[in-house]
């Protein structure tokens, strides 16, 4: 079986994978409910249980799904573009910028509707990721994965307590700790027909600058030996992975190490091509944001467990153990 035709088989289970994992987790909770009740959440009908379907655990769901995608593949464009095994939209500023953004479009424009919210977002975490990689830049011998981790850890903290200023001083903190909290607790509809086109865009033309990313990530002199114009591939991934980091903070807030742990966990899967990394990292991606959010809500139902702190559990060991590495997490 030829690389392509393995990398089909294994796309093809991830994806079955994922609807299984879906599945589950739409039906688990601390509320039962049954096939017939998601039957009847699908085509309209309106009792107690198919009300909670439709207007609770899908659109939850739907949202952990495509922000684990959007972390997943910003992260790994992240990784490829600068060569750097640590990278990660919540450890390089993106998510601190687009919260202190987030933050500061509640206090100043209280009825921003979701589009300006998530233009907001956008804003901060170009913001937050210019800052990072200027700081990394000034310095001679130009980016190291450590010192950009380091610049990446002074931005966000200095973004998160931007945010919480904000937040106290302008008595909007409860209303930002909706956001910030890092789940998808009380995602609507509306929100996801605003956010989710712009991931799955933001997503099919990563895909097509993958090739390109490829090249990219073995090193500058080889792209451009291969033809490739590099600042323009570097700029446009740059706009990528802001959009989607954007869009992910937009939507559920603060969240961490899912950029970094997914594309480590598909390289092992299906190797160093990143056209085979993207798309297998959004799947892997939503499949692992959708398990979370389950644990969540089922370790200690009706309570639930903020997906933040569980998603931090599992990332801070994993980021330790791929530092001790020297940046490979399975070899």
Known sequence: MNKTASFGVKILLAAAALAAVFFGAVMLGAAPV??????????????KNNLLLREIRIPRELAALFVGSALAVSGAIMQGMTRNPLADPGLLGLTGGANAALAAAYAFFPSLSTIGIMAACFIGSAGGAGIVFGIAAVQRGGFSPFRLVLAGAAVSAFFLAVGQGIGIFFRVAKDISMYTAGGVNGT???????????IVIGILISLLLSKQLTLLSLSEEVAVGLG???LRIKV????????????????????????????HITRAVVGTDYRFILPMSALIGGMFMVLADTLGRT????????????VSVIGLPFFLIIVKKGGRAFS
């Open 228 to 230: 490739q114009h590099t």
């Open 236 to 263: 446009l991934l740059f706009i990528l992975l802001t959009v989607l980091a954007g869009a992910a903070v937009a939507l559920v807030g603060n969240l961490a190490f899912v950029g970094l742990m997914i594309p």
């Open 299 to 310: 370790l200690n139902a009706p309570y639930e467990i903020s997906t933040a702190a569980l």
């Open 34 to 47: 049954s096939v017939s009740d998601l039957f009847g959440a699908v085509t309209g009908g309106a009792t």
């Open 188 to 198: 609507t509809w509306h929100q996801l027909q605003l956010i989710v086109p712009v």
